[in-house]
């Protein structure tokens, strides 16, 4: 190998050292047999595998059973190439029925008759794009059945459209059909057979079709309309044709290919295929082209099947047989790459064996070899390894023209098929790749470098080859030695020439790896073992030469800042100008490359400024291009290195000042772009420095990129660099994630959140660059789409899409500061003629010839698509506002223009992101979707109903599309009831809730449950039994991997069940079938389990699930006893196991209150181990626990209370009154501020535990702790507050309700002593002293506080006396005119409110009784209570006996009393008639109460009874109650007018208090009969005859004899008689 020097330049260390830490791979072994061939028994069990296992998809499950399953195209007699198709061929010679999607109304039934539209598969775009591996599907055996169906189609190529011999195309007559016509004119238009006509108008409907579903005579009603229709599906059929060339790549490429998801069921239909066979189909489709595209990707698909599989059969031999250059034009490059790819691949492929072959194939196409200038990089390669002794293909080489431009040419290729490239496809720049790698390696181990191109050629080369991983693998393991040489000689140039050293390294580090980074890759490099000086004549004197091109050093010398001694040998590496590379003795280990730079390029660079020389400016610009690429791939940099940025940065802007050129001073302010990029991203406050805002657009300063775009870039055609570089920069560096390689995103979040961080003060300039820069792109890059003259169409898509881009990180953002720009941005996004709506406006096959048809033009189409539907998904949720606005811009056609985009089929992405926009627009705009699709409804619903059949959609797209069906079941009624009068749509539903891919089942279940919330009326018409489907997905939790999504599926369930439950009266067999398998043991207590053992965002939810179903199924007689009483104790331990867990663990505090609410349905246990647990483990949480979530907490400990049947152990106790104490202790301090209604709750169920625990039978043992807690006070408290603030009664009720518990003992009502009831309660309580209040609720109040008040004197008198008589001093007016009033009631009652009397009455009945109660216990202090209240107790007492007076004169006439409260009903007779009521028997029982607390009262008074009232007046009413009470109690009364009321106790007690108090009236009188006067004595003597009337009448009662009563009237007569013998 000849190369520039003579002598062999030195190797450098970094590639010999055994620490390196590459190694080589056994892909560098030149001539190496192709990475595909399989070992023989793996062939075989791939085979065997395939053809056993195949499972057909719903797309070919009645694929015939005796198709082959890969058969080839054969050769007829005649020897004319044809299809063969799979499975047996029909009666008349159409196409053979294959499998596709059953849609009913694509064609009416008039145009569908004699077809069968599910007797064709789907498009082969669409097999396409599932073949890719890019679209999450449930199974791969979708794609193994599909294979299998199509097959044949795959391997014949473009063969399989080849019409038969004798193809006519029928005359139309005037008898013939429309569906005929159609046909024919698809037969003139794509020039194919009947069959292969009628099989691509039944798909173009199916799939393409985007009309209303009407009859095709009404859809084409002239012959221009059935052109037009013929026209489309000719423009269809030629995209099929590609994609199925493309199906083929991707099996050939992805075979072999481990990381493909498919690749084991590509290598099994490789190996049943045979290789030499599909070679020629291929081969022969070549005649077959209708236009270039199938040209050059029939090209495309033989170099993948040459170069994977040349090996196989003699495939070799037969592409030598069969191929042939097709004419072509040199201007047509397209044409000229692919058949320098297929080249390449042939050329490198085939056994050593077949190099007479290959040899063969080179002289027979000699010409087409001479003609293509990229054939020659493959030619040469090959005849040096294969053919070097056939002088006929020397005599070529030798006379190809320019070959020195071989290395050029191969550079040219590789770019073209770079990974970014639009040519890229399946796999093709890979192959190009190691094509060219594989030529150039040879040609330089071979031949001469300078004949087949120049230095810097052949360096850009070695530039490509670096940026494959495998090739830089290699390369740093020093293989090939041919391409390290280029290396070599480029870095013993460095530092005088930089150029291409630092663009071999900046290549490298883009093959990092997270094993092995850049930086470790870096220091490999960089070691300074050699230094190369330019030598000036005037420093000749210090080098002599010694030898051939080598010099000795006769001085030191400094280099770059590196010491080279004297004696230092040195080589010429370049003559002119003479550059000499001195090597040093051991590796500069005080200085860095960084710092040679520093010292040979910036500081030069300095003091050059102004007038920068040409090298120098290139110098500085290789530096800025490779700090941008190593800050691609690294997230650390050297100090040193960092130390370049800033001067590189400085330079650039002082070279901007001197250049006026628009188009070069563009690509500098790139490079600075570039450059500032690269320092932010190491260090965030580069980009705030002093300088670097005049880079970021401002209000007041224009700056270099501004200018640019505005004066330069938007008037003229350009190719907009500045633009696109000033995007990606924002894009970049403002984009906020979890995903945040670079710190600045996270360090702008973080001012947003104003955390601490030591550079905030830098920071807070962020948000104030990011805004200018959106709004500078707002106002000026946006409207480009739209107003730029761009002759490029991919620059125009390229820069709307990185604007969309830009919006979207703006709306990620999620500080505050920000909404004010968000809301200008949606305003401005929305303007008229805005570019959003130009984009959307796209029509559907130019999206499609983005994957299909890819060009330079339309190869950011899709992208641009794709971030202009997400960044309306931003806004949406931003502002839903903003789709009614585009909606409005769109002249109401959004909706429609989104349902256009669900039917593209080669990005799922595209059509998910437009149902989650419908979604959106159906959940929150007030629009009718039925109304917006119009006649396309129908098209639209089989479009949804197609991607949920389908097995091989995208599951990400079903699931959108299940979103939004279940979304449309809450806000659009008639569009889900629309769809669902198809049952094919409520069978597809049920039957995706069995799918195995977990997220379907989720979906289906959401959208299940949404349409039986709104009525299961979908459903009625379904024949089969829905609930088997519907419990499918819980009776297999096991298939489902996350918590989250188990958890998921139950809560669904249970809801659907629930909903049932809860509408049906009457229970469906099937569903009680159902429920009763939901309510198994086993089945119950797996779901708790899964629901309570693990915390996730959906645990509360499927909690509470579960505590709705079973409070709606204890609620149902009829299944109740399904939930069997074993079952709900094993339940309540399972949730009490994890509630005790969860209560110790603060991070799953928030699960307590759904865990004890689920325990109240599942019911307390008895257990006083489970209280003893909840009393000592809540104290603690329950403070910090909100209030309602107190609520369930303390109804759960009321509940646990009641279940032991108090008996509380006492360690218990301390814990329950900690609980109680923190709410009624607090209860003034901290629910002052609120309302008590909001509080209420808490404070009734604290009530109740108290009024619990001092229930039990060892309360007395707990006096100690309810002193030590202030308990008692703070109830008091509590009901200070209630009667203070006027609120809720209800509160201060269960307040006074404990305190009444507490004094019924005295050593409960002890703990009272200290509590200042008079001034916490009864001073309070006056201001309900009034006759305005007619709340029932706050005179319950009032009589509980007198209750308490007597229940406290009854018990202790002593410590409570004083307040019991403050109570009377207060309130003896109010209960004075309390009593009064009954009287005046009945006198001055309205007869037409009978209503209203009778609530009034009954309350004044309560309320005497109370007060009488109250009086009763005051009795023996009436000696105290005169002295103070003298005046009080006598109205007191005449007020009593008012009140008893007027209830025994309305027990007396029981007419009257009716009349006051019930309405009078007239009879046939016109007379007034009466009813026995309940009203009447309610108030008569309350005045019997009445009449006996009365009688009590003036027994308990005795001999002091005459100072209130005098005989005369209290024994008439005496001899009336007693005379009341015999006839109430007779069995033979005037049931009329005395009507018998069951109150016997009462009317008894009554009675034997009235005798008694009549016989010790008597026997006072008989006492002092001889002091009275005579008026007296005859009032006696007629009283007599009164007792003795009395005695009669309760004598006949029929009482025992021994009867208390009796005895009282023997011993009234016998008085009687006494005293009249006196």
């Not at 790896?513 to 050699?530: F, G, K, M, Q």
């Not at 965030?684 to 330069?712: G, R």
Request: hydrophobic share 40%.
């Amino acid at each position: 190998m000849s190369t520039t020097n003579e002598i062999t330049p030195p190797v450098p260390s970094f590639l010999v050292n055994e620490d390196s830490l590459f190694k080589p791979t056994s892909a560098s072994t030149p001539n190496k047999e192709p990475l595909t061939v399989l070992p023989q028994s793996r062939v075989d069990n791939l085979q065997t595998n395939f053809l056993a296992s195949a499972k057909p998809s719903k797309l070919s499950e009645s694929h015939p059973s005796g198709a082959q399953y890969f058969p080839s195209p054969i050769t007829t007699a005649s020897g004319t190439v044809t299809a063969k198709h799979v499975g047996p061929s029909t009666t008349d010679g159409t196409l053979p029925p294959l499998v596709g999607p059953s849609v009913s109304t694509v064609l009416i039934q008039e145009d569908a008759t004699g077809l069968d539209v599910t007797n064709y598969t789907g498009p082969y775009k669409q097999l396409w794009h599932l073949l890719l591996g890019k679209t999450d599907i449930v199974s791969n055996d979708v794609v193994h059945a599909e294979l299998i169906s199509r097959c044949n189609t795959i391997i014949s190529g473009l063969m399989f459209y080849d019409k038969p011999v004798g193809f006519e195309i029928p005359k139309l007559d005037q008898t013939a059909t429309m569906k005929k016509k159609v046909n024919v004119a698809i037969m003139k238009t794509s020039s194919v057979q009947s069959s292969v006509a009628m099989e691509l108008l039944c798909l173009y409907f199916v799939y393409e079709y985007t009309g209303i579903v009407i009859s095709l005579s009404k859809l084409l009603p002239t012959e221009s309309a059935i052109q037009s229709l013929a026209d489309d599906i000719n423009e269809f059929y030629k995209r099929e044709r590609l994609c199925v060339l493309y199906c083929a790549q991707v099996i050939l490429n992805s075979a072999t290919d481990s990381n493909h998801r498919f690749s084991s069921i590509f290598a099994s239909f490789i190996v049943s295929a045979s290789m030499s066979s599909w070679c020629k189909w291929l081969c022969l489709s070549l005649d077959k082209i209708e236009n270039e595209d199938e040209h050059i990707q029939i090209l495309h698909t033989l170099a993948l099947l040459l170069y994977h599989y040349g090996h196989f059969e003699s495939v070799a031999t037969k592409f030598v047989t069969e191929f042939k250059f097709g004419k072509r034009s040199l201007s047509n490059k397209s044409r000229l790459y692919a058949e320098a790819v297929l080249i390449y691949s042939f050329l490198q492929s085939g056994k050593p064996s077949e190099d007479e072959e290959i040899e063969r194939f080179m002289l027979k196409h000699v010409k087409q070899l001479d003609e293509n200038p990229y054939f020659f990089g493959a030619v040469v390669s090959a005849f040096a390894t294969r053919g070097a002794h056939n002088e006929k293909i020397r005599t070529v080489i030798q006379h190809v023209p320019h070959p020195e431009k071989c290395a050029l040419h191969m550079s040219v290729l590789l770019s073209e098929y770079q990974a970014q490239s639009y040519r890229n496809k399946h796999g093709l720049g890979s192959l190009i790749l190691k094509c060219v790698y594989s030529a150039a390696e040879t040609i330089l181990a071979h031949y001469e470098r300078e004949s087949f191109g120049s230095p810097d050629d052949w360096n850009q080369l070695l530039n490509i080859l670096l940026r494959d991983e495998e090739i830089a693998h290699n390369f740093m393991c020093e293989h090939p030695e041919e391409l390290t040489l280029l290396y070599t000689e480029a870095l013993m140039q460095f530092p005088a020439k930089i150029e291409w050293v630092l663009t071999f390294w900046g290549a490298i580090c883009r093959t990092a790896t997270p094993d092995v980074s850049s930086n470790s890759i870096l220091s490999r490099l960089t070691e300074v073992n050699s230094v190369a000086m330019e030598v000036k004549e005037r420093e000749m004197h210090l080098i002599r030469p010694n030898g051939n091109k080598e010099w000795v050093l006769l001085g030191d010398i400094d280099v770059a800042g590196i010491l080279v001694k004297s004696g230092t040998g040195g080589v010429t590496v370049r003559d002119e100008p003479i550059i000499i590379s001195w090597e040093l003795d051991t590796p500069a280990k005080e200085v860095t490359v960084w710092q040679v730079l520093m010292e040979v390029v910036i500081k030069k660079a300095y003091s050059e400024h102004p007038n920068f020389k040409e090298k120098t400016i290139k110098r500085v610009c290789s530096i800025a291009q490779f700090i941008v690429e190593f800050s691609d791939t690294s997230k650390e940099i050297p100090e040193t290195m960092f130390n370049l940025i800033k001067p590189v940065t400085v330079i650039l802007r002082r070279l901007l000042y001197s250049i006026n050129e628009p188009q070069k001073k563009s690509k500098y302010i790139v490079l600075l772009l570039q450059v500032v990029k690269a320092g932010a991203i190491f260090d965030v406050e580069f980009l705030l420095q002093a300088e670097e805002p005049a880079l970021w657009p401002t209000p007041e300063v224009s700056n270099y990129v501004t200018d640019i775009i505005l004066a330069y870039e938007s008037v003229l055609n350009s190719d907009y660099s500045v633009t696109k570089t000033f995007l990606r920069n924002i894009i970049d560096l403002f984009h906020y994630g979890e995903d945040d390689p670079y710190g600045l995103r996270t360090a702008l979040y973080a001012v947003s959140l104003h955390l601490d961080n030591p550079k905030t003060f830098c920071l807070t300039n962020l948000r104030t660059i990011f805004a200018h820069a959106v709004n500078f792109v707002l106002e000026n890059i946006y409207p480009s789409f739209v107003r730029w003259r761009m002759s490029r169409p991919s620059d125009q898509f390229e820069i709307i899409r990185d604007t969309f881009r830009v919006f979207c990180n703006l709306f990620e953002f999620k500080d505050p500061w920000f909404n004010q720009l968000k809301d200008k941005c949606c305003k401005g996004i929305l303007a008229p003629g805005n570019s959003l709506l130009a984009v959307l406006t796209i029509d559907g096959e130019k999206l499609q010839d983005t994957w299909i048809r890819s060009s330079k033009e339309n190869q950011y189409l899709d992208q641009t698509m794709y971030y202009a539907l997400y960044l309306m998904v931003y806004m949406a949720d931003f502002d839903i506002r903003t789709l009614q606005m585009l909606d409005s811009a769109s002249n109401l056609t959004l909706v429609k223009k989104l349902g256009k985009l669900v039917r593209h089929r080669l990005n799922p992405a595209l059509p998910t992101l437009a149902m989650n926009l419908l979604r959106k627009i159906a959940l929150e705009l007030n629009i009718s979707l039925l109304a917006c699709f119009g006649n396309g409804i129908d098209s639209f619903r089989d479009l949804l109903l197609q991607r949920l059949d389908f097995k091989s959609e995208a599951i990400k797209l079903k699931v959108a599309v299940l979103d939004f069906l279940t979304v449309c079941a809450q806000t659009q009624p008639g569009l889900i009831q629309h769809f669902f009068q198809d049952e094919s749509f409520t069978t597809c539903i049920l039957e995706l809730l069995d799918e195995p891919e977990t997220t379907l089942p989720i979906a289906s279940l959401a959208l299940v449950r949404a349409l039986f919330r709104k009525g299961n009326s979908v459903f009625k018409n379904h024949t089969a039994d829905i609930w088997i489907d519907i419990i499918k997905p819980i009776k297999s939790l096991d298939k489902f991997t996350s918590i989250l999504s188990k958890q998921k599926v139950i809560s669904y369930t249970m809801n659907i069940f629930s909903v049932e439950l809860y509408r049906s009266t009457v229970i469906e067999k099937e569903f009680s079938t159902a429920l009763t398998q939901m309510l198994n043991s086993a089945s119950l207590l797996e779901n708790l389990m899964l629901s309570t053992s693990s915390k996730t965002p959906y645990s509360k939810k499927c909690i509470y699930s579960i505590k709705y179903f079973l409070t709606l199924v204890l609620s149902r007689p009829d299944h109740e006893m399904h939930f069997e009483d074993d079952v709900r104790e094993l339940c309540l331990n399972s949730v009490a196991e994890e509630f005790w867990t969860y209560l110790e663990q603060d991070e799953y505090k928030d699960m307590i209150p759904p865990l004890v609410e689920l325990m109240l349905i599942l019911g307390p246990s008895n257990d006083t181990g489970f209280l003893e647990k909840l009393a000592n483990g809540f104290p603690l949480y329950f403070k910090t626990a909100t209030l309602p979530v107190q609520v369930p907490i303390l109804t759960l400990i009321h509940k646990s209370i009641i279940a032991v049947k108090a008996d509380i152990s006492p360690v218990a106790v301390e814990g329950l009154v900690r609980i109680v104490t923190h709410v009624f202790y607090h209860a003034s301090i901290i629910y002052d501020a609120l309302s008590l209604d909001m509080v209420r709750p808490v404070l009734g169920v604290a009530a109740s535990i108290m009024y619990g625990i001092v229930g039990s039978p060892h309360c007395k043992d707990w006096i100690r702790i309810f002193k030590h807690r202030m308990i008692v006070h703070s109830i008091v408290s509590v009901a200070h507050v209630g009667l203070e603030k006027g609120e809720a009664p209800e509160v201060v009720q269960d307040c006074l309700g404990s305190l009444i518990r507490l004094s019924r003992t005295p050593e409960m009502a002890e703990v009272l002593r200290s509590a200042s009831l008079t001034s916490e309660l009864y001073m309070p309580l006056a201001q309900y002293s009034s006759p305005d209040i007619l709340d029932e609720k706050w005179m319950d109040v009032y009589l509980l506080c007198c209750e308490l008040n007597s229940g406290l004197i009854e018990i202790d008198k002593f410590y409570f006396l004083e307040e019991s008589l403050n109570f009377w001093t207060i309130h003896g007016n109010f209960v004075i005119m309390k009593l009064f009033s009954f009287t005046d009631l009945i006198n001055h009652c309205y007869l037409q409110t009978p209503d209203l009397n009778f609530q009034t009455l009954k309350q004044l009945l309560s309320f005497t009784v109370v007060v009488l109660r109250a009086m009763s216990v005051m009795v023996p202090y009436f000696q105290q209570w005169r002295l103070q209240q003298h005046q009080t107790l006598l109205k007191l007492m005449e007020g009593v006996y008012a009140t008893l007076e007027t209830s025994v004169s309305l027990l007396s006439q029981p007419n009257h009393l009716l009349l006051v409260i019930t309405k009078p009903t007239k009879s046939y007779s016109g007379t007034a008639a009466f009813k026995l009521t309940p009203q009447l028997l309610d108030i008569q029982t309350k005045m019997w109460e009445v009449v006996s607390m009365g009688v009590h009262l003036y027994m308990k008074i005795g001999k002091g009874e005459t100072e209130f009232v005098s005989r005369e007046q209290i024994l008439p009413l005496l001899f009336t109650i007693i005379g009341l009470c015999g006839r109430s109690m007779s069995k033979h009364g005037d049931k009329k007018s005395h009507p018998i009321v069951n109150v016997t106790s009462e009317v008894t007690m009554c009675l034997e208090k009235g005798l008694a108090l009549l016989l010790s009236h008597v026997i006072g009188i008989t006492r002092d009969y001889t002091k009275l006067g005579q008026d007296e004595r005859t009032f006696i003597r007629e009283m007599t005859a009164e007792i003795n009337s009395i005695c009669d009448t309760v004598r006949r009662l029929g009482l025992p004899v021994d009867d208390f009563s009796l005895s009282m009237c023997t011993r009234l007569e016998e008085n009687v008689r006494q005293m009249l013998c006196k």
